[in-house]
């Protein structure tokens, strides 16, 4: 990434996807971006700010290549304050690499991924939050979490910070003026006072803290392996869940024999779903390799489904599966619920529900107790989310700051030592919306986004 207090130059990016579509988009941004636009088009009418205008995309000897709408947004009223241009042709990826080296050669500069972002948080037009939120709704795969990165490119979470902020500089202030006005008779704050206000900042830190679990599986998703016994209904179980016949189903013990996944969305939270081979001792070779793969998946996915047969008498294979669960997140659906009328479920304090993965039965309640597994926190539609560990590590460290401050107040340690503490916490907050952010960690934020935005 070039130096980003140098931002005198214009930059060109193909913002389409890679491929061929019915449009494609190249966009200009820079002091620049209009005088180097202009040669490669001919204008019915010349340029004006936030007004599209059609065009026809030319060649060097001024023959037309193909027609465009090109909009031309006037600094300070666009995504970077900087002039902008965009020229929206058909997305033939020949026609878009000509624009793009045309615009080179006649001085931009090839664009650097998530430039364009970065320089709309280098002119505060977002701050680090809401250009995170940026490649979140790039990523996006279900309409939900489309929901919580435009929530938070809104500003959700920068509003929720603000006033936890406001009161932690204002308590700076107080115990600030208290140690210089020491000799004019300003009145320090007591210990308990200034406990006091620091829970009452906490409080709501704490908070937003706790939601970074949900957050985060909103915004990554999560792994579930579906395992048990052979023909306990795992692959039926399986295209239950995915509402389609994916996994191969036979009355066979042991047909399952190589992992099969599928990527689903569960109330808007995308899910890798892991079909295993059964677990059970075998002497066939290929499904020996199965049942190793199976037992690896199930160490390593975020939430284990055993899947046990309503119909057959516990088993200790599943008992053993359970007992090697102790600290995992595990979920037991005795299956074929709908051929027996009594429960041969485990006993156990894990969850466990009945299900037929013929009938349907249970398959709600199973979707729903699966999410209560990766997650206690569900957040309501105002509340912002931490949604990547950069973000909870700054509001972690806030906290962590906070508790010192606390013990050393309630101490008695002189105000001047409380400072050190409450300024920590200032620090963390502000790395958290970009106030004190390194230039390294910009680098690795901004290198994640695609090029073109």
């Given at each position: 990434m070039s130096d980003p207090e140098i931002q005198n130059d214009t930059i060109v990016a193909i913002s389409t996807p890679p491929g061929r579509g019915g449009i494609g988009i190249v966009r200009l941004s820079g002091p620049e971006a209009r005088a180097i636009a202009e040669p490669l088009l001919r204008l019915r009418n010349p340029l004006a700010p936030a007004q599209a205008r059609y065009a026809e995309v030319i060649d060097t000897i001024g023959e037309t290549l193909d027609e465009a709408v090109v909009t031309y947004f006037a600094a300070p009223a666009s995504y970077t304050t900087e002039d902008v241009v965009e020229i929206a042709s058909h997305g033939s990826p020949v026609l878009l690499d000509y624009l793009v080296r045309q615009c080179i050669?006649?001085?931009?500069?090839?664009?650097?991924?998530?430039?364009?972002?970065?320089?709309?948080?280098?002119?505060?037009?977002?701050?680090?939050?809401?250009?995170e939120a940026v490649s979140?709704?790039?990523?996006?795969?279900?309409?939900?979490?489309?929901?919580?990165?435009?929530?938070?490119?809104?500003?959700?979470?920068?509003?929720?910070?603000?006033?936890?902020?406001?009161?932690?500089?204002?308590?700076?202030?107080?115990l600030e003026a208290g140690i210089d006005f020491a000799e004019d008779d300003i009145d320090t704050l007591p210990a308990q006072e200034i406990t006091n206000q620091i829970s009452k900042i906490q409080a709501p830190l704490t908070a937003l803290e706790r939601t970074f679990?949900?957050?985060?599986?909103?915004?990554?998703?999560?792994?579930l392996a579906i395992v048990g016994r052979p023909n306990a209904g795992k692959s039926s179980l399986f295209n239950r869940l995915i509402e389609r016949d994916r996994a191969i189903v036979t009355a066979t013990p042991g047909t399952t024999r190589d992992l099969v996944t599928e990527r689903v969305s569960l109330n808007g939270i995308p899910v890798e779903l892991i079909d295993t081979a059964g677990l059970r001792q075998s002497t066939d070779e290929a499904e020996t390799i199965g049942i190793a793969k199976s037992r690896e998946i199930m160490a390593e996915a975020d939430v284990v489904l055993l899947v046990i047969d309503a119909t057959a008498p516990p088993h200790p294979e599943d008992e053993a599966t359970i007992a090697s669960l102790t600290t995992r997140p595990l979920l037991i659906a005795c299956n074929k619920s709908d051929l027996t009328t009594t429960s041969s479920s485990p006993k156990t304090s894990r969850p466990t529900i009945e299900t037929s993965a013929l009938t349907g039965s249970g398959i709600l309640e199973l979707r729903a107790a699966i999410l209560s597994q990766i997650s206690s926190t569900t957040p309501t539609a105002e509340t912002a989310l931490l949604t990547n560990l950069r973000q909870q590590q700054a509001v972690s460290a806030a906290l962590t700051s906070f508790a010192q401050a606390r013990q050393a107040a309630a101490a008695e340690i002189p105000h001047e030592m409380i400072l050190l503490d409450l300024y920590e916490s200032l620090r963390a907050l502000d790395s958290l919306t970009g106030a004190t952010t390194s230039d390294d960690i910009l680098h690795l934020i901004f290198s994640k986004f695609c090029i073109g935005k």
């Open positions: 050669a006649r001085g931009a500069r090839l664009a650097e991924p998530g430039e364009f972002t970065q320089r709309a948080f280098l002119a505060g037009r977002l701050d680090l939050t809401q250009a979140d709704l790039i990523e996006a795969s279900t309409l939900h979490q489309a929901r919580i990165a435009a929530q938070q490119l809104g500003g959700s979470l920068s509003r929720q910070i603000a006033p936890i902020k406001d009161q932690l500089i204002t308590l700076i202030a107080a679990s949900y957050g985060r599986i909103v915004r990554d998703g999560f792994t």
